[in-house]
T-cell receptor, first 111, second 115 residues
Framework: DAKTTQPPSMDCAEGRAANLPCNHSTISGNEYVYWYRQIHSQGPQYIIH???NNETNEMASLIITEDRKSSTLILPHATLRDTAVYYC????????????FGKGTTLSVSS | GAGVSQSPSNKVTEKGKDVELRCDPI?????LYWYRQSLGQGLEFLIY????????KSGLPSDRFSAERTGGSVSTLTIQRTQQEDSAVYLC?????????????FGSGTQLSVL
């Protein structure tokens, strides 16, 4: 599976958009981009995934560049409850192996 | 149940004792994963089940660690002769098989403390 690179930490003011970048320059054509987050003392939570097109759900938006070498997770109106570690993962669908988590980005939302 | 259930939520044991950690996945989920997370560290993959078989157990750190799954449902992670470095949160996740994109649903974990 392709390796991802994320900044170790980011800050965001409450109510503003949080834009979390992820580089995956070696991604292959059949690999999806997944985002999970882990709020302190909880198990990780699935947020969103995408292959080529931009995606939006009730939690976030995912913007994937045309060359698919990078993506951005957008939380449109960050709240204090969005403070968490955000993980960007790329892998083929139904790989039959585990989802491997990197170090992620620690997002701190402050009032 | 509605989500992935893990028990116990907390376990304190003495060095050298054996422990068993239990995971009840979401009903109908055939894929099941075990991870562990030491204090301040990332998630470390341990083992993956598809049904009752474990096609990927590459993350088990030593032969003191073993896991089984019965009836395609409940899984038990066993740590024999526990050591202090085994102290961590042990997380279980399940996923629905047959889906083109696999979403993992995690439990709240078992906090294991080895004294």
């Amino acid at each position: 599976d392709a390796k991802t690179t994320q900044p170790p930490s980011m800050d965001c003011a409450e109510g503003r958009a949080a834009n979390l970048p992820c580089n995956h320059s070696t991604i292959s054509g059949n690999e999806y981009v997944y985002w999970y987050r882990q709020i302190h003392s909880q198990g990780p939570q699935y947020i969103i995934h995408g292959l080529k097109n931009n995606e939006t759900n009730e939690m976030a938006s995912l913007i994937i560049t045309e060359d698919r070498k990078s993506s951005t997770l957008i939380l449109p109106h960050a709240t204090l409850r969005d403070t968490a570690v955000y993980y960007c993962i790329v892998r083929v669908a139904q790989a039959g192996t585990a989802l491997i988590f990197g170090k992620g980005t620690t997002l701190s939302v402050s009032s | 149940g509605a989500g992935v259930s893990q028990s116990p939520s907390n376990k304190v044991t003495e060095k050298g004792k054996d422990v068993e950690l239990r995971c009840d996945p979401i009903s109908g989920h055939t894929a099941l994963y075990w991870y562990r997370q030491s204090l301040g560290q990332g998630l470390e993959f341990l083992i993956y089940f598809q049904g009752n078989s474990a096609p990927d157990k590459s993350g088990l750190p030593s032969d003191r660690f073993s896991a089984e799954r019965t009836g395609g449902s409940v899984s038990t992670l066993t740590i024999q002769r526990t050591q202090q470095e085994d102290s961590a949160v042990y997380l279980c996740a399940s996923a629905q098989d047959g889906m083109r994109v696999e979403k993992l649903f995690f439990g709240s974990g078992t906090q294991l403390s080895v004294l």
